[in-house]
C-alpha cells in the first residue's frame, strides 16, 4: 500500500510538471461559467500612448499693446512719410501726382494683402509661397493668435495682419520714387498688383514664414518645421526688419521700371531740383519716429531684442547723417539739408537687416559707412549706370541694404557684441558663430532678392507695357502731372 501511494504520488508530481511544449499544456475547452483568459490575454495590455498635448500659447497683452503701436508707425512712415519725402524731392508740378500715388499705392495693397496676400505670405505651403488657406483672412478671429519668437506667447493674429500689411504696403510706395514724373498711374496699379503678387510675397515668405516656436518640441517637428520654413529661413539668412524683403526687394524694382521707362525730358539738361526741402525734412523725420515701430516692432515683443532694435535705429540714423554730411561737406564745399536728410535715410536703410543681432557699437559702424558708401550710390554709381532714378531709390535702398545684409552677418558675431544666431530646436544660441559662413549666406540672400525681384519686374514692366503704357505722352510730362493726369495743382498761387 505503500509502495502504491508512491507511485500515484509520483505520477501527479510528473503531471504539474508537463513542460509547455507538451500537448498536455494546451487546456481542454470546459462547460464552467468561468472561462479561462488566452494566454495572450494573461498579461494586461498597455494602453496605447496618448497623443502629446497641442502646445498652449497665450496673449501677451504688453506685447500686443507694442505690436498695435508699431503697426500704427509704419504706416506713419508711408502715410504721410514717403509721401512727403518724395513729393518734396519732385518738381512742384508733380508734387501731387506722387501724393496720390503713394496714397492708393498703399490703399490697394491693403485690400490685397487682407484678400490674398498674407495667406501666401504666411501660412505652410512650400519654400517660397504659402497658401490660400487664410484668404479674405478666413478662419482668423480676435481670438486667433499668432506665435512670436518666445515659445508659449503670442499676440493677437489680426495685430499681426496689420503689422505685416503696413510692411507690405511701403514696399511697395518705396518703388514710386525711381520713375517719378513720368509714369502713368494706370501702369502704376497694375505693376503693383504685379510685382506684389510675385516679388514682395514669396520674398516675405522665404524670409520670414516659420512654423513658430512652438512647432519646435522635438526632434521630429523641428524637422518637418525646417521643411515647411521660407528657403532663405532655412538657409539661415537673418534679415531682422526687411533689408531684403523690403529695400533691396523694392529698389530693384525701381531700377528697372526707371530703364524701361527711360529718362526724364531735359533730364541732364534742365534743373530738377527738389521745389521743398522743407517737405523732404518733414517726411524724413517722419520716416525716422516711423521707423522705430518697423524695426523695433519686429522683435514681436516687448522685450530686451526689441530695445536693441531700437537703439541701432537711433544711432545709426545720427551716424549716417554725419557721415554723409561730412563726406558732402568735403567734397562739394558746402553741406547741404538735402544730403543730411539722404543720409539719415541711408542709415535707417542699413540698419533694418541688423537692427535686432549687431549690437550698438556695431550699429554705429554699419550707419556710419551707409553715410558714406550710399552718397557713391547716388552719384557715382548713379552716372556709372547711367539711369535716371529719379529720387535715388536704388542708390539709398538699394546700396543701403545690401550694405546692411552683408555687414549683418559680420556685427552679429557675438565677439563683435552681436547676438549670434539663435538654434530654436537647442534654444539657445548656436555655438562657434562663423563669420566668414554667415555672410556666404547674406550674400546668398542678396542674391536671390536681386534675381528674383530683377525677373518678376522685367516681365511685368514690358507686359504692362504693352498693355496700357508705361509712360506719358511728352506734353503731358512738360505740364506736369499734377495737371494732365490728376486735373488739379498742389500749388494755386
Not at 524731392?89 to 500715388?101: A, Y
Not at 516679388?199 to 524670409?207: D, E, G, N
Not at 556710419?368 to 532714378?389: E, F, S, Y
Request: hydrophobic share 55%; with cysteine.
Amino acid at each position: 500500500m505503500k509502495r502504491l501511494f508512491a507511485i500515484l504520488a509520483l505520477v501527479g508530481a510528473f503531471g504539474l510538471a508537463t513542460p509547455a511544449w507538451s500537448e498536455e499544456a494546451t487546456p481542454a475547452p470546459t462547460t464552467s461559467t468561468t472561462v479561462a483568459a488566452p494566454a495572450a490575454e494573461a498579461a494586461p495590455v498597455a494602453a496605447p500612448a496618448e497623443a502629446a498635448p497641442a502646445p498652449v500659447v497665450t496673449v501677451n497683452k504688453g506685447d500686443n499693446a507694442w505690436l498695435m503701436v508699431s503697426a500704427a508707425f509704419v504706416i506713419l512712415m508711408s502715410i504721410p512719410g514717403i509721401a512727403l519725402f518724395y513729393g518734396g524731392l519732385v518738381r512742384s508740378k508733380n508734387m501731387l501726382s506722387v501724393l496720390i500715388q503713394v496714397l492708393v499705392v498703399f490703399s490697394l495693397i491693403t485690400i490685397l494683402w487682407v484678400t490674398y496676400g498674407y495667406s501666401l505670405a504666411f501660412t505652410e505651403g512650400n519654400a517660397f509661397f504659402g497658401t490660400l488657406s487664410k484668404a479674405f483672412l478666413k478662419g482668423i478671429t480676435p481670438d486667433s493668435i499668432a506665435a512670436t519668437f518666445n515659445k508659449g506667447v503670442g499676440v493677437s493674429e489680426l495685430i499681426y495682419v496689420v503689422f505685416q500689411g503696413a510692411f507690405a504696403a511701403i514696399t511697395c510706395c518705396l518703388i514710386l520714387g525711381a520713375f517719378a514724373e513720368r509714369v502713368r498711374f494706370s501702369a502704376v496699379l497694375l505693376f503693383m498688383v504685379f510685382w506684389f503678387t510675385l516679388s514682395y510675397i514669396p520674398m516675405a515668405h522665404m524670409v520670414w514664414y516659420w512654423a513658430g516656436p512652438d512647432a519646435y518640441t522635438d526632434a521630429d517637428a523641428a524637422a518637418k518645421a525646417g521643411a515647411t520654413a521660407g528657403w532663405l529661413f532655412q538657409h539661415g539668412a537673418l534679415d531682422f526688419a526687411g533689408g531684403t524683403v523690403v529695400h533691396i526687394n523694392a529698389a530693384v524694382a525701381g531700377l528697372v521700371g526707371a530703364y524701361f521707362i527711360g529718362k526724364r525730358v531735359g533730364f541732364g539738361r534742365e534743373s530738377m531740383a527738389p521745389h521743398s526741402l522743407t517737405m523732404v525734412m518733414i517726411g524724413a523725420s517722419l520716416l525716422w519716429f516711423g521707423w522705430f515701430g518697423f524695426n523695433a516692432g519686429s522683435s514681436l515683443e516687448a522685450n530686451g531684442i526689441a530695445a536693441l532694435a531700437l537703439v541701432n535705429t537711433w544711432v545709426a540714423t545720427a551716424a549716417a547723417t554725419l557721415t554723409w554730411t561730412l563726406a558732402e561737406w568735403a567734397l562739394k564745399g558746402k553741406p547741404s539739408m538735402l544730403g543730411a536728410a539722404s543720409g539719415a535715410v541711408a542709415g535707417l536703410v542699413a540698419i533694418t537687416p541688423a537692427c535686432g543681432f549687431v549690437g550698438v557699437m556695431g550699429g554705429i559702424v554699419i550707419g556710419g559707412l551707409a553715410g558714406v558708401v550710399c552718397l557713391w550710390g547716388v552719384h557715382g554709381l548713379k552716372r556709372m549706370l547711367n539711369v535716371d532714378d529719379s529720387l535715388d531709390v536704388f542708390g539709398v535702398h538699394g546700396i543701403g541694404g545690401i550694405l546692411g545684409a552683408i555687414l549683418t552677418g559680420v556685427f552679429a558675431s557675438p565677439d563683435l557684441g552681436g547676438t549670434g544666431v539663435w538654434d530654436y530646436v537647442a534654444n539657445a544660441v548656436t555655438p562657434d558663430y562663423s563669420i566668414a559662413v554667415q555672410v556666404k549666406v547674406q550674400a546668398i540672400g542678396v542674391i536671390t532678392t536681386i534675381v528674383w525681384s530683377g525677373l518678376v519686374s522685367i516681365v511685368g514692366y514690358f507686359l504692362i507695357d504693352k498693355l496700357v503704357g508705361l509712360r506719358v505722352p511728352v506734353e503731358a510730362e512738360r505740364e506736369g502731372l499734377d495737371l494732365t493726369s490728376h486735373g488739379e495743382r498742389a500749388y494755386n498761387n
